[in-house]
């Protein structure tokens, strides 16, 4: 399966951006559709998270900041990102996964989001 993330660029502080997921393919048993970002020099970390059934999670930083919503039939995973803040700045990378919480299987290429202060 492939992932195709869209949608990052450079914004200010407060601004909002919304990044876009598609996949190739559903896969049987893949249920959970992630956003991780990955800041430099830092652990790639779960930003939100939604399965099949619409049951969401979310990083404490990005709470009432950052909303997942999945498409289910055209296989794609958006992520909209307000109240943009500098320590968001990271890549963005869409994730696939058995089951919720679990690490992922098949990753994207990553967008870049820039926040600047």
């Known amino acids: 399966v492939q992932l195709q993330a869209s949608g990052g660029g450079l914004v200010q502080a407060g601004g909002s951006l919304r990044l876009s997921c598609v996949a190739s393919e559903r896969i049987f048993g893949f249920n959970v559709m992630n956003w991780y970002r990955q800041a430099p020099g830092k652990a790639r970390e779960l930003v939100a998270t939604?399965?099949?059934?619409?049951?969401?999670g979310y990083a404490d930083s990005v709470k009432g900041r950052f909303t997942i919503s999945r498409d289910i039939p055209k296989n794609t995973v958006t992520l909209q990102m307000n109240n943009l803040k500098p320590e968001d700045t990271a890549v963005y990378y869409c994730?696939?996964?058995?089951?919720?919480?679990?690490?992922?299987?098949?990753w994207g290429q990553g967008t870049q989001v820039t926040v600047s202060s």
């Open positions: 994730s696939l996964s058995r089951s919720f919480g679990a690490w992922p299987t098949y």
């Open positions: 939604a399965t099949d059934g619409n049951r969401t």
